[in-house]
């Protein structure tokens, strides 16, 4: 198992799995000030969003990690990383599954002890564009999933065949909560793809760059 398995600033893709599915959402203009994006009752904000590309930029730098190509990308990255958490949790609450603190602190000791000590937990984070105020948030994603796995496919068997089939109940518990939810995305960081599950990115050229 990789430490980040979820290729993080690409679904960031990401949680483990679940975070590059696809899922039923709208997009369109956030209704409030402030807000970055809605998913049913819950507001991502502009500020909370804004402190967590800052604290990946600055964790990069003090790492000495190389200047990212996609730099650019991390603000509408990391707002999809809030968007499909907050899907993910709605997911958890419709399938009845609850985690404890235990959970969280089981899967963080197995974090760092993958990595070989807690000294390599930021620039494991900052390689893996996760800002160190959000790794709880990726703790939780992370037990989440595995716990919807588990009762959405009881009878899936150990091993890789058995992970595809936990795997694809997270993917359609996440789907469900999708179409239960309304996602509205402000326009400023892209259009919701509700076939992708993501955020594309506006194209302000109109047409005029082609890639």
């Given at each position: 198992m990789k430490?980040?398995?979820?290729?993080h600033r690409g679904r960031v893709?990401?949680?483990?799995?679940?975070?590059?599915l696809a899922l039923v959402g709208l997009s369109g203009c956030s209704s409030s000030v402030g807000v970055a994006a809605s998913v049913g009752g819950q507001k991502i904000t502009i500020d909370q969003?804004?402190?967590?590309?800052?604290s990946i930029t600055a964790a990069r730098k003090a790492a000495s990690l190389p200047v990212d190509a996609k730099a650019s990308d991390l603000p509408r990255n990391q707002l999809r990383f809030f968007v499909l958490s907050a899907l993910l949790k709605a997911a958890a609450t419709t399938n009845g599954v609850t985690i404890s603190q235990t959970?969280?602190?089981a899967r963080?000791?197995?974090?760092?002890?993958?990595?070989?000590?807690e000294a390599k937990?930021?620039?494991?984070?900052?390689?893996?564009?996760?800002?160190?105020?959000?790794?709880?948030?990726?703790?939780?994603?992370?037990?989440?999933?595995?716990?919807?796995g588990a009762i959405a496919a009881p009878t899936a068997p150990a091993g890789a065949t058995g992970d595809q089939a936990r795997g694809a109940a997270v993917q359609k518990a996440v789907?469900?909560?999708?179409?239960?939810?309304?996602?509205?995305?402000?326009?400023?960081?892209?259009?919701?793809?509700?076939?992708?599950?993501d955020i594309i990115a506006v194209d302000t050229t109109g047409g005029a760059v082609q890639k």
């Open positions: 430490v980040f398995g979820r290729s893709a990401g949680v483990a799995g679940v975070l590059a969003l804004q402190t967590s590309v800052k959970d969280i602190d963080r000791k197995a974090i760092i002890d993958q990595l070989g000590g937990l930021p620039n494991a984070l900052a390689n893996a564009g996760i800002a160190a105020s959000d790794f709880a948030l990726y703790l939780r994603d992370v037990a989440f999933e595995a716990k919807i789907l469900d909560a999708g179409q239960k939810s309304k996602v509205i995305i402000n326009p400023r960081y892209g259009t919701w793809d509700a076939t992708k599950a």
